[in-house]
Structure formats: structure tokens, C-alpha cells
């Protein structure tokens, strides 16, 4: 156990070094047992030290953790096998912190916790085929009250909890990972802000593919999320049914150029405001709505494609909404709308409003603009677009 900078010396497995940014302390090559106590501990330190190539592993239960930091600064965990233990790298009140090229398997209780820490970098770690032993593990991957985080370049499939999963944090940004056939949602924000989570590739997680509740002042873009584990499972198999994105008592966020073949709803809305939706593809959803919304209020929904689900798009107990310059592509239903007048389909003339596949209405003066109204359920766009309107979604 090494607590405070003093004990970085060779009989606490320090092989190098001096502590500086340029001269980190090195922890290197050893072989730890987490058997009865956790494999490397350290405490109350600034100094600046890597550990780095070593093996960390337990032959009973997992009951400790790989590697403990509480209350540093400055350290690094690189290029190390973690294997069985409870966590592979718990980190508490920590800062300037960097968590790389690590494999870390059959954790018990979850691969990295963060708590109360600021300034992380998660990147390009193997956090894959981790059991939940005794239903306590929190997520794969968890934060509670930590801000100023990278989660990037990980590789996540086959856990047994919520993948990668913040709460109470800020100014986060989870991107270009692979999140793949886990056992709850593959990534989770809960009562958290200002964050990003950006280009990440997620299929297959039995509950949303991406959730977030109570939070606001964030943006998803450029996700790739697929009900199976891969593009090539399109249209869904049976018993694929998790939502694409879940946004629940949430204000304040854009979404932006997401790719989505749902199981069931492709992006749900439930008690949510002052949104933005741009440029969205959500694709053969065939037993599914491609956006349902709930109780929301205050959303703009342009130049998205639905195409070739069950339902287009729902809402329901919903007003303030604008949704123009969509293309509704061969949805067995395009519409469904129960507040009338509170919401609107089109952008006036000459906006106009959305491209239907199945209007039939004609376009005497060439203006691109139907003559008459498309009507469905309790609403109508007044402004139809003759030919698809121009998405651009790369």
C-alpha cells in the first residue's frame, strides 16, 4: 500500500522514476493476487507515476478490487491484464487520472468506478464478458459526481449491467465506442448535465441502447444503434425489442445525424421539453414507432427519415411540437397525433412542410407543394412535399 508520495519506493513495486510529469514513478511488471486484499492501493499522493504491464488477478470470487486510488493526482494505469477481481480500478476523489489499453474480464462487480473525481480518461480498454456475481455491481463502467471525463475507444460486450453508466456528473463525453449485447441498457445518464455522447456504436443491450433521465443541456450525435449486435441484423429478429434512445424528464438537448434500426421505439420521448432532432435515420423498425413521444412539450423535429417502420411518428399527450422537412418513407402507419391544432406538420408556405410516400394529392402549379393537405388522425400537414426533402446526413 502506498499512502502519500514518500512510499513510491522499490519495496512498494516502484521500479523507476522520480515523480515528475516528465519522470512519472513506474510500477511495471508484476504478477498480484487480489485474493485476499486489493492488488495495488495508493493514497494521498500528487506525485506523478504509470502503472503499467502488469497482471492482476484473483482465484476465488473477486471480493477486491484490481487497483484502488483514493485521493491522487496524477497517475496513469496502462497497457494491464485485470482479471476476476471486484473492480478492476476503483477511483475516489482523484484527479488527472488515465485509465488506457487495459483488458479487464469477469470483474465482479464492474471493470472502472469513478466517484467524486474530475479530470479522467478512459480509452481504448477491452471491458468485456464481466458477470454481475451477486446482482451489486453497478455498471461496467459507473460515475457518481465526477466531471470532466473521456470515455472513448473502449470495447464493451457481453456485461451483465448497464455498459457504461453517469450519474450526478457534468461535462462528460462518451465517444467511438463499442457497446454490444449487454444484459441492461449499453449506455446510462442519470440527473447529469453538459455532456456529450457522440459517434459510439451500440446493438444488441436488452434494455434502451441509450437512456437518460433527469438530465439536460446535452447532445447525442452520430450514434450508430442497431437492435442486434450488428448492422446485418436488419429487420429485427424476434425477441429484439429494446428502445433505440430513451429520454425521460429531460429538457434542454439536441439529437443529431443518429442511425437507429429499433426493436421497438426507435427514440421515446417521455415528459421532456425544448428539443431539437435534426437529421436523424431511423430504418425498418417493422414492429416498432421510430419516435414516440409522451408528455413532452417544446420540439422541433427536422429533416429526419422514417422509414419503413410500424408506426412513423407518435405523439401522445403532446403539444408544441414543429415537425417539417421529414421524409416518411412506407410506414405501415406515417402519423399518429392526439392533440390536433397544439401541434405543428409543416413549416408554411413556401417551406412547406414533409415528404409522405403515400400522398396522392397532385401539384398543379409546380411549386413542389401539394395542393391539398395530408391528413391523418387528428392533424394534417398543410404544405406536403411533392419529392423527398434533401436530408443530408453525412
Known amino acids: 500500500m502506498i499512502s502519500g508520495n514518500d512510499q513510491f519506493t522499490p519495496s512498494n513495486g516502484v521500479v523507476s522514476g522520480s515523480g515528475t510529469s516528465t519522470d512519472p514513478y513506474i510500477i511495471q511488471g508484476w504478477d498480484i493476487s487480489t485474493s485476499q486484499s486489493d492488488g495495488i492501493q495508493i493514497s494521498n499522493t500528487n506525485a506523478y507515476f504509470v502503472i503499467r504491464s502488469v497482471y492482476i488477478h484473483s482465484d476465488t470470487s473477486g471480493n477486491y478490487n484490481g487497483i484502488s486510488l483514493d485521493n491522487v493526482r496524477n497517475g496513469a494505469v496502462d497497457s494491464s491484464l485485470f482479471f476476476n477481481d471486484s473492480y478492476g480500478v476503483s477511483i475516489v476523489q482523484a484527479s488527472n487520472i488515465a485509465i488506457t489499453h487495459n483488458i479487464m474480464q469477469y470483474d465482479s462487480h464492474g471493470t472502472i468506478v469513478l466517484e467524486n473525481s ?5 480509452a481504448g480498454n477491452d471491458l468485456s464478458n464481466n458477470p454481475n456475481i451477486d446482482g451489486q455491481g453497478r455498471a461496467t463502467l459507473y460515475a457518481y459526481n465526477t466531471n470532466t471525463v473521456i470515455v472513448t475507444n473502449n470495447a464493451l460486450l457481453n456485461d451483465e449491467y448497464d455498459s457504461i453508466s453517469f450519474s450526478s456528473s457534468a461535462a462528460f463525453t462518451i465517444t467511438n465506442n463499442s457497446i454490444r449485447l449487454n444484459s441492461l441498457n449499453g449506455i446510462a445518464v442519470d440527473s447529469s448535465s453538459n455532456f456529450t455522447l457522440q459517434n459510439n456504436r451500440v446493438g444488441g443491450n436488452m434494455n434502451a441502447n441509450i437512456a437518460v433521465s433527469n438530465s439536460g443541456n446535452f447532445t447525442l450525435n452520430s450514434n450508430s444503434i442497431f437492435c442486434g449486435a450488428t448492422y446485418r441484423d436488419v429487420p429485427c429478429r424476434d425477441g429484439l425489442t429494446a428502445t433505440g434512445i430513451s429520454i425521460t424528464s429531460s429538457d434542454s ?9 429499433p426493436g421497438n421505439a426507435g427514440i421515446s420521448l417521455d415528459a421532456t421539453s425544448n428539443a431539437t432532432l435534426v437529421r436523424n435515420v431511423i430504418y425498418q423498425g417493422l414492429n416498432g414507432t421510430a419516435l414516440i413521444a409522451i408528455n413532452s412539450g417544446t420540439v422541433s423535429i427536422i429533416e429526419n427519415t422514417f422509414g419503413i417502420n410500424n408506426v412513423g411518428v407518435e405523439l401522445e399527450n403532446s403539444t408544441s411540437f414543429n415537425v417539417y422537412h421529414n421524409n416518411f ?6 402519423a399518429i397525433d392526439n392533440q390536433g391544432t397544439n401541434n405543428s406538420w409543416d413549416n408554411g408556405y413556401s417551406s412547406g412542410g414533409n415528404w409522405w410516400s403515400d400522398y396522392g394529392g397532385s401539384d398543379q402549379d409546380s411549386d413542389g407543394i401539394g395542393d391539398t393537405p395530408y391528413t391523418f388522425n387528428s392533424n394534417q400537414d398543410n404544405y406536403p412535399l411533392m419529392s423527398p426533402y434533401p436530408t443530408q446526413f453525412i
Open 118 to 122: 474530475t479530470s479522467v480518461e478512459i
Open 253 to 261: 438537448f439536441r439529437m443529431y445525424r443518429n442511425f437507429i434500426v
Open 329 to 334: 418513407n412506407a410506414n405501415s402507419i406515417q
